[in-house]
Every structure is written in structure tokens, then in C-alpha cells.
């Protein structure tokens, strides 16, 4: 049985950095979409950066260009979020999801995201 597990949140002033992680066991994340999503208290999901691992394309929601990356590791079987310049509105439960139907990623429903990590808290001060 396939998991995702994600690691790498916590508590951090505005203007500074947090990486998350996510590693898969018990599948490999190779030729998938790999997303990072967050939701905040009282918000819906939102897809915030994914990654195609066939070939590296990337897509991001605008509020997080330029401050965030998403990147694979060289295992391929870990995926990062490289989150700079953290703002206070950045603060919510994020989570690593993939869709392993093997097509490209774009945002749009979540739904065809079959594996899901358990979540990981990012919490921004001002």
C-alpha cells in the first residue's frame, strides 16, 4: 500500500523559510504530478505548486511565485517545497498529493490525486 508522508513544518517569522518534504513509500513518484496543496482554517484547498517528475515542469499558484520552489529529489521519490519570504497568509495545513494517472500536471479539481500525505503544519508570525 502506497503512502505519502510529509515533513518539515513548524512555526517561523514572516520573511523567513521553511522546507517541506515529501517521500513516497511503498510506490515511486516517477512520471507523476506531485502537488503541494494548503488549507486554512475556513478556507477550501488550494493547489499551491506541482511538479512533473517525467520532466521536471513546474506550475504555481500566483500568490506563491517567485517565493516558492518545488523541486524532486535525485531518488525521485522525494518531492520538496522550498518556501522564502514566508508571509503571515501563508500559514495553513499543507499537504504533498499524486496523481498517478500519468498525465501533466495544471490546477483544477484534486480529485484525480489518488495518494494523499497526512499533512503538515506551517504556521507564519508577523
Known amino acids: 500500500q502506497g503512502q505519502l508522508v510529509e515533513s518539515g513544518g513548524g512555526s517561523v517569522q514572516a520573511g523567513g523559510s521553511l522546507r517541506l518534504s515529501c517521500s513516497a513509500s511503498?510506490?515511486?513518484?516517477?512520471?507523476?504530478?506531485v502537488g503541494w496543496f494548503r488549507q486554512a482554517p475556513g478556507k477550501e484547498r488550494e493547489g499551491v505548486a506541482h511538479i512533473y517528475t517525467g520532466d521536471g515542469s513546474t506550475i504555481y499558484v500566483d500568490s506563491v511565485k517567485g517565493r516558492f520552489i518545488i523541486s524532486q529529489g535525485y531518488a525521485k521519490n522525494t518531492v520538496y517545497l522550498q518556501m522564502n519570504s514566508l508571509k503571515p497568509e501563508d500559514t495553513a495545513m499543507y499537504y504533498c498529493a499524486a496523481d498517478i494517472s500519468g498525465a501533466f500536471c495544471y490546477f483544477g479539481s484534486s480529485a484525480r490525486f489518488a495518494y494523499w500525505g497526512q499533512g503538515t503544519q506551517v504556521t507564519v508570525s508577523s
Open positions: 511503498g510506490f515511486t513518484l516517477s512520471n507523476y504530478c
